[in-house]
């Protein structure tokens, strides 16, 4: 996967939404890995783009009622196939992280990348979805520096309490064995 210098992924279908804004003078440093699912535990259907891009149907299902109004985004989703969408351009903030804070630093959004997998905290995660978040993962270091293995975390790690995903269906070992073989 190749990242231009306009922070788009050159591999990745694009969507781009009105959900975020410019980074304040900070660089980007952290990757932020998120699993989402609309409603949750159904995968394929048009309800994350939509969350996303700001036209979600909140009558659409009674699990969205708590969605109204949200505005939230993040840069990249992998869906259950490893097919990669990407919504904000790397070198802005997308709204992924909400209230965080990572090592004494809070808000995240300022200096992180949101990727967000389509699952649940509690499913396994699939082998196209590793593989694929494993060559994003490769880009993104190559193109920010200062993202390494140690500032590479879950939404749970930076919202304790808060967030829990991407959860215990998530593979660390088998995603890192993966990004640094």
Request: a negative charge.
């Amino acid at each position: 996967m190749d990242i231009s210098l306009n922070g788009l992924c050159t591999d990745a279908s694009q969507l781009p939404c009105t959900h975020f804004d410019e980074r304040p003078q900070q660089e980007v440093s952290l990757l932020v890995i998120h699993c989402i699912s609309l409603p949750e535990g159904h995968f394929g259907t048009p309800y994350i783009d939509d969350l996303f891009c700001g036209r979600l149907n909140c009558d659409a299902h009674p699990s969205f009622a708590s969605l109204e109004g949200v505005r939230v985004s993040a840069h990249c989703l992998i869906d259950r196939q490893g097919k990669v969408r990407q919504y904000v351009p790397f070198d802005k903030r997308a709204w992924h992280a909400g209230v965080s804070s990572y090592s004494g630093r809070e808000r995240c959004n300022d200096f992180s990348i949101g990727i967000e997998l389509e699952g649940t905290d509690k499913l396994p995660y699939t082998e196209q979805q590793y593989l694929a978040l494993a060559k994003l993962t490769q880009a993104l270091m190559e193109m920010y520096p200062k993202i390494t293995k140690e500032r590479i975390v879950g939404h749970s790690d930076i919202a304790p309490g808060r967030k829990t995903d991407p959860g215990e269906g998530f593979d660390w070992q088998h995603f890192f064995d993966l990004t640094f073989a």
